[in-house]
T-cell receptor
Framework: EAGVAQSPRYKIIEKRQSVAFWCNPI?????LYWYQQILGQGPKLLIQ????????DSQLPKDRFSAERLKGVDSTLKIQPAKLEDSAVYLC????????????????FGAGSRLTVL | QKEVEQDPGPLSVPEGAIVSLNCTYS??????FMWYRQYSRKGPELLMY????GNKEDGRFTAQVDKSSKYISLFIRDSQPSDSATYLC???????????FGRGTSLIVHP
C-alpha cells in the first residue's frame, strides 16, 4: 500500500511570499488532516477534511492560510503571505474512517514538507 | 497548563537499557492513548495504542495507562540504536476523533 505522499519536501521563501504544499493521501482514505509541527513541538492540527468537506478548521489562521480538497482526494495547503513564525514542517495525514464514531483514530502521516521563511 | 505534557529530553541511554518515556495529561475525557515514533525528517508513525487504563505489550514495547493519575508510559526493553527517534504521545476523547499530541521526547540510544 502506498503511503501518504507530500511535496515539496523542502521549501525556502522570503517573508511575505506565498507557498503551496500538496498531499495525496492513502487511496480510499476519506479523512485528511494538515498539521503544523514547529521545531521541538508536537503536531498541531490546522484543518481536517472528510471527503471534500471541512470538518474542523478552527485552528487555521484564515487570514493567511487556506486549504482545499476539491475532489475528495488530493489536497493543497497555501500560505500567503508567509511570516517568519510559519517556519515549520507541514504534515499531511489520512485515515480510513469518518471519525466521531469511537475507536482509536490511527493517523498515517506523510514525511512532511519543511518550510523555512527568511 | 497544556492538555498533554511531555518532557522533550533528550534522553540518552546505552544500548540494551530499559527506557521509560512518560506523558501527563489534564483532560479526564481522554480514552485512547497512542504512542508515535518520529525519525528525523520523517512523519510520525504509530507504535501502539491502548484504550482506557491498563497495559499493552508489543515485542520490546509496553504501554501503560494510569487514568487515576492521568499518566501514561512507554517502556522499551533492550533498547537499540535504531530506537533513536522522537517519541510522541497522543490522546483522544471517546467520540471526538482528533488526537492531541505531546511535544515529543527525543531518545538517543548509543552503542
Amino acid at each position: 500500500e502506498a503511503g501518504v505522499a507530500q511535496s515539496p519536501r523542502y521549501k525556502i521563501i522570503e517573508k511575505r511570499q506565498s507557498v503551496a504544499f500538496w498531499c495525496n493521501p492513502i487511496s480510499g482514505h476519506a479523512t485528511l488532516y494538515w498539521y503544523q509541527q514547529i521545531l521541538g513541538q508536537g503536531p498541531k492540527l490546522l484543518i481536517q477534511f472528510q471527503n471534500n468537506g471541512v470538518v474542523d478548521d478552527s485552528q487555521l489562521p484564515k487570514d493567511r492560510f487556506s486549504a482545499e480538497r476539491l475532489k475528495g482526494v488530493d489536497s493543497t495547503l497555501k500560505i500567503q503571505p508567509a511570516k517568519l513564525e510559519d517556519s515549520a514542517v507541514y504534515l499531511c495525514a489520512s485515515t480510513e474512517g469518518t471519525g466521531k464514531s469511537g475507536g482509536a483514530n490511527v493517523l498515517t502521516f506523510g514525511a512532511g514538507s519543511r518550510l523555512t521563511v527568511l | 497548563q497544556k492538555e498533554v505534557e511531555q518532557d522533550p529530553g533528550p534522553l540518552s541511554v546505552p544500548e540494551g537499557a530499559i527506557v521509560s518515556l512518560n506523558c501527563t495529561y489534564s483532560n479526564s475525557a481522554f480514552q485512547y492513548f497512542m504512542w508515535y515514533r518520529q525519525y528525523s525528517r520523517k512523519g510520525p508513525e504509530l507504535l501502539m495504542y491502548t484504550y482506557s487504563s491498563g497495559n499493552k505489550e508489543d515485542g520490546r514495547f509496553t504501554a501503560q495507562v494510569d487514568k487515576s493519575s492521568k499518566y501514561i508510559s512507554l517502556f522499551i526493553r533492550d533498547s537499540q540504536p535504531s530506537d533513536s527517534a522522537t517519541y510522541l504521545c497522543a490522546m483522544s476523547k471517546g467520540g471526538s476523533y482528533i488526537p492531541t499530541f505531546g511535544r515529543g521526547t527525543s531518545l538517543i540510544v548509543h552503542p
